[in-house]
Every structure is written in structure tokens, then in C-alpha cells.
């Protein structure tokens, strides 16, 4: 049974950090891509980031870009966001999801697509101003 588990939420002030985890079990990590999505109330679901456990490609969302950090230990078959420069605009539930990589799904039509198959409990991230 494949499972996501993600953690490491919490509420900081702007320009603050926060690092969450995905941690996965039940299935082959290395043959993966793990991507981080978020849903503001009101808002629609917006990828955030994605990692490729193959091959260690990455993603990140324009209004991510330098201020955020994806990483991959497939030892541990986890995957961390490592948030920097926090903006309230930031607040929402964090979700990480899994999707098997194949010629269909590349890593660069899931990100574009969030066509992810698997997905895990949200974590809440609230940024003050």
C-alpha cells in the first residue's frame, strides 16, 4: 500500500523558514517523482515542487523559485521542502504526492499537469505578516 506521510508545518512570521517532510512506503522510491502541491482556502491546488527520485531532477513553481529547495534522500525514501523567505502568500495545506515515472508520465508532463496518483494528508503552513 503506498503511503505519504507529510510533516513539519507550522505557523511562522514573514521571512521565516520551515522544512517539510514526505516520508514514503510502498513502493519502489527510486523509480518516483515526488511533488509538493498547496491549496490556499479559496484557491485552486498549485504545484509548488517536484523532485525526480531517478534520475534527481527538479521543479519549482515561479512563485517558489529561489526561495525554496526540494531534496531527496531515496536511502530514506524521503523527500524534504525546505522553505526560505516566507511570505504570507505562502500560507496554505502543503501536500506531497507520488506518480510513477514512465515515457507518458516524464517528469516534465506531471508537473506541468500535477497528474500525480498518489497523495498524501496535508500539512498545515501559515505564515504571519
Known amino acids: 500500500e503506498v503511503q505519504l506521510q507529510a510533516s513539519g508545518g507550522g505557523l511562522v512570521q514573514t521571512g521565516g523558514s520551515l522544512r517539510l517532510s514526505c516520508a514514503a512506503s510502498?513502493?519502489?522510491?527510486?523509480?518516483?517523482?515526488i511533488g509538493w502541491f498547496r491549496q490556499a482556502p479559496g484557491k485552486e491546488r498549485e504545484g509548488v515542487s517536484g523532485?525526480?527520485?531517478?534520475?534527481?531532477?527538479?521543479y519549482y513553481a515561479d512563485s517558489v523559485k529561489g526561495r525554496f529547495t526540494i531534496s531527496s534522500d531515496n536511502a530514506k525514501s524521503t523527500v524534504c521542502l525546505q522553505m526560505d523567505s516566507l511570505k504570507p502568500e505562502d500560507t496554505a495545506v502543503y501536500y506531497c504526492?507520488?506518480?510513477?515515472?514512465?515515457?507518458?508520465?516524464?517528469?516534465?508532463?506531471?508537473?506541468?499537469?500535477?497528474?500525480?496518483?498518489?497523495w498524501g494528508q496535508g500539512t498545515q503552513v501559515t505564515v504571519s505578516s
Open positions: 504526492a507520488a506518480v510513477y515515472l514512465s515515457p507518458v508520465r516524464s517528469f516534465a508532463v506531471v508537473n506541468a499537469t500535477g497528474w500525480y496518483d498518489y
Open positions: 510502498g513502493f519502489t522510491f527510486d523509480t518516483y517523482a
Open positions: 523532485i525526480s527520485s531517478r534520475d534527481g531532477k527538479t
